[in-house]
Structure formats: structure tokens, C-alpha cells
């Protein structure tokens, strides 16, 4: 095995439509993820940008089924002051939202919604 | 306290979808087009989208952030909302010194245009209305919510400061749910117009092709119908490059066995878009045969299906639609047939396969009028200029 093969590229994903793997030489690990990062994606303390980007802020547990419930009880009640009307935006009640749940025979087309992968998709508008 | 990551300028222009990105949905090559403008515009910008299957949830690409919301909320609504909520927080640091907001759906606009104290204007890109959409897709939705999601747009729509639409029935729509006809921009669709591409490997010699989804607005079911009524043509294959996963083709490929071609059909899943251009390229003749249904005629559509196929210089067989009309001209461009009918189709397709030079002038005529007006190009320019006059400002540094 040559030098070049034991170059460690860097795992980032870069790209706009058409995404890749960045490539260039790792220099360090992320020390969040274990990610290898290149001089130029590694950020503070060596961490991979999604890692940098979450932890200046994120959600501290995005798969905390209350996550989602937190954030929309916080915004709801923003959304309605500025809609001056305090009980539109939760005026989804359960029935409306039931005929809106994963997985049915009827979700095959899913519209729009529904084609990324796994049932949970939820992208919306083709053209 | 969302900001973007350490040493990120704040952002002048934001693109926001409820859709994922990239994918290989005619959906995608919009958002890359539209967003790619808007942040040559304005110096890079925040593209908030959808993510999950692998993608990351955060990339910076030189002046450009692309943020993913990636969470598994198994109820659209509740997903959508959520969705609305994490845009918000994603564009808070960001709030003095956006300029233009560019949002594609209700979801997204919501978080946008709900601030009383924004300085940014709003350019809302309307290519459906979920709550004409959702009524196919999503049988057991009730009318009370889909009137709840109309009334969402309808909120939207009018705070926002341009509306754009990529088609004149979409315009019409929204004209009659009251948006000013002076508020709509037209910025139609576009494609590149390609040079040669190398056959597909594993091409069939003789194939007709659909590109596209398939949600029962997009006539699949009705393709198959015709295609068996060409069964007497020697080798001729279908070739069905659907942009969604293979689990979604269940019911049309059911269809497909019941109807006895299923070992004529080929099935090509999630295709890059690259590779999507070849299949096109080298097919007989591509097939757009979208429904009559409430979708396409009263709300419109745009599709990317029949501009592509007419810029890969395919003939093409489209359903006779206001929509379709106004991209080709029956006879001249390609072949309208009516919506719905199999046998109508089906003899349209027989008699550009029986008569290959008439079909050979459709396409050249085709292939020229998308590179004579029906360009990414010639969108982008139009998206600019709307970019422009609603940033316009008077001497005082009022909009205009």
C-alpha cells in the first residue's frame, strides 16, 4: 500500500443539487461524531460543521418525541399573537390531523408528501 | 438560539421548502434553480429544506448554509408544524438583515410572513395548493381541514409581496381566491436544452418513456391502459423512470400485471437527474398523460416532464390540459391528446412510431422553442427581475 492510500479523506458531505464527499486529506476526527474532517470543514475544537452547527444551539435531544411538541406550543403561541387571533393556528384538532397520519393503505401516492425515504416523508409539490 | 454556525455572516436572503433536498423530484431541479438565483442575488443565503435518508443536516457551501429538517414526525400535519416552528428558530438570527424571504408552501411561508416587524419581503413560489393536492393524496382528509389549510394559504398568500407561479392557470387560480393579478409574476419552467448523452446501458432498442411521480393526478394508470393496446408493436418496451421510491410504484405496477405488461414495463427508481436525461434522449417517445382532474385543471400545474422531454428532443405525447397548452402547441410541438382516454393515447403514440420523420420535426420544433424562451436561463432572469422590484426603494429607503 502506497502513502497515498493511507490519506484518511474527509467524510463531509459538500455539494448543492448534486452532493459528494468533500475528499481533501483529513486532518482530524470530529470529536462529536468520530467524523474525519479536513483543515477546511474542521471548525472549533475540530468539529465537523453539522456537529459545530448543533451544538451551538440545537435541539439537545431532536429525537425526543417532545422536541416537536415543545417547538410548536412555543411558536403557536408566537404565530397567533401575530395573526391577532390567539386560537387559529392550534385550530388543527385531532380530527383534522387523523386523516393526515402515515402509513395507510392510501399513503401509497403520498402526493408529494411522503417520498423521501422511510413513511414519514413529508415533502410537498412536484411540479 | 438556533444562529447558523460559528463565523457565519448573517444572511441577506433566505430560501425556504417543505420539501426535501436534493432529491430526484421534478421539485428539486426547481428549488436548485429558484435558490441558486436568489442567493447569486443577494451574496450567498440560508436554504432551510427538508432532509432525513442520509442527507446532513447542515453544510455550508461557500456563502451558502443549508440547514435539513430531518425529524420523524409520523403525522404530516403535526411534521408541517413542526417543520413551520424549526424555520422560525432557524431564521431568528438572521431577522435584520434579510432582505428577500423566498418560500414554496404554506409551511414555510407561515414563519416568514406571520412577524409584524419584518423588514424582508416576501416572494411566495405557489407550484400547488395543498389543499387541492392533499384532497387526492390524502383520502381520509376531511373537508374541515383542507378548508383550515386554505385558509392558511389564503393568509399567506396575502402578506406576502409577490406571488410567483410557474404557470397562467396557477395564476388564474389564485386570482380566484383573491390574490391581485398585480401581485402575480409569471416565471415559467425551464430545462437545458442538452447535447448528445450516451444510451442508457440496458436500454431497450424501441421504448416509450415516462419520467415523473406517480400520484394518481399524474395518469400513470392511463399510460398503462395504452400501452396495452400496443401490445401487436414488435419490441417495444416502456420505460418508467419514477423519481419516487420503489415501494410507491405498488398499485400502478399491480395495474401493470393485471393489465398483462408487466414484462414489457421497465422500472427505473429514484434516478439521478443526469441519468434521467439520457433515458429521455434516446426514447421514441416520452409520455406525459396527467388526469383531468381538479389538480391539474382548476389549480394548474407545470410539468417538468414535458419541458425536459421537449428540450431532450423526444417526441412528445402530452394530455390536452390549459397547463400543457401553454407549453406546446398540438401538432406543431408535439401531440395533445384528451385527457383520460387510453385508446386516444394509445393511437397518438402509434402514429408518430408509424411515421418517425413526422415525429423526428415535432421534436426539432420543440427543441427549439424551449431554447428560444423555456430556458433555466430565461426563468432565472425573470425570477431576478421580481427579486429587484420588490426590493426597490424610494429615496427615503421606503419599498417602493
Known sequence: MDEEDRVTPCDVTTGFFVLGHCGRPAVAGCPSCGKPVCAHHAGPDGLCPECADRLAGGPASPYDPRWARGYRRTYYSESSRAYNDTTWYSSFDDYDRGGFDAGGDYSFGGGDFGDGDGDFGGDFVDS | ?400
Open chain 2, 1 to 400: 438560539m438556533t444562529a447558523g454556525s460559528p463565523a457565519q455572516p448573517a444572511h441577506r436572503a433566505a430560501y425556504l421548502a417543505f420539501d426535501r433536498f436534493p432529491s430526484s423530484k421534478g421539485s428539486a431541479v426547481h428549488i436548485a434553480q429558484m435558490a441558486d438565483e436568489l442567493f447569486a442575488a443577494f451574496g450567498g443565503g440560508l436554504l432551510g429544506v427538508l432532509g432525513g435518508g442520509g442527507l446532513p443536516g447542515y453544510q455550508r457551501e461557500g456563502d451558502r448554509e443549508i440547514v435539513r429538517f430531518g425529524e420523524q414526525v409520523p403525522n404530516l400535519i403535526d411534521r408541517a408544524e413542526a417543520f413551520s416552528a424549526w424555520a422560525a428558530d432557524r431564521l431568528r438570527p438572521h431577522l435584520a438583515t434579510l432582505e428577500v424571504c423566498h418560500v414554496r408552501d404554506p409551511w414555510s411561508a407561515l414563519p416568514v410572513v406571520a412577524r409584524d416587524d419584518r423588514r424582508y419581503r416576501v416572494v411566495y413560489e405557489v407550484n400547488g395548493l395543498p389543499s387541492i393536492e392533499m384532497a387526492h393524496t390524502w383520502p381520509w382528509a376531511s373537508p374541515a381541514a383542507l378548508a383550515k389549510i386554505a385558509e392558511l394559504e389564503r393568509y399567506c398568500l396575502a402578506r406576502s409581496d409577490a406571488v410567483v407561479v410557474p404557470s397562467r392557470v396557477i395564476a388564474g387560480a389564485l386570482e380566484r381566491r383573491g390574490v391581485p393579478a398585480g401581485k402575480i409574476a409569471l416565471v415559467p419552467n425551464g430545462a437545458p436544452v442538452p447535447g448528445p448523452a450516451p444510451r442508457p446501458a440496458g436500454a431497450p432498442d424501441r421504448y416509450l418513456v415516462y419520467v415523473g411521480a406517480m400520484q394518481p393526478w399524474q395518469g400513470v394508470d392511463v399510460l398503462l391502459r395504452a400501452f396495452a393496446r400496443l401490445a401487436d408493436l414488435p419490441g417495444l418496451r416502456l420505460v418508467v423512470c419514477a423519481s419516487v421510491p420503489e415501494r410507491r410504484a405498488k398499485p400502478v405496477r399491480r395495474l401493470a400485471e393485471r393489465l398483462g405488461v408487466a414484462d414489457r414495463v421497465d422500472w427505473r427508481f429514484t434516478l439521478p437527474h443526469h441519468e434521467v436525461a439520457a433515458w429521455l434522449a434516446h426514447a421514441q417517445v416520452s409520455v406525459a398523460p396527467l388526469t383531468g382532474c381538479a389538480r391539474n385543471l382548476d389549480q394548474g400545474c407545470a410539468p417538468l416532464k414535458v419541458i425536459e422531454s421537449m428540450a431532450a428532443g423526444v417526441p412528445v405525447v402530452a394530455s390536452d390540459l390549459p397547463a400543457v397548452r401553454e407549453l406546446l402547441d398540438d401538432r406543431v410541438h408535439g401531440r395533445l391528446v384528451p385527457a383520460d382516454r387510453p385508446a386516444e393515447l394509445a393511437r397518438a403514440i402509434r402514429i408518430l412510431l408509424e411515421y418517425p420523420d413526422e415525429a423526428r420535426a415535432l421534436a426539432a420544433r420543440a427543441r427549439d422553442r424551449i431554447a428560444a424562451g423555456l430556458t433555466w436561463g430565461h426563468s432565472r432572469a425573470a425570477l431576478a427581475e421580481v427579486y429587484r422590484t420588490i426590493t426597490r426603494r424610494d429615496d427615503e429607503g421606503r419599498w417602493c
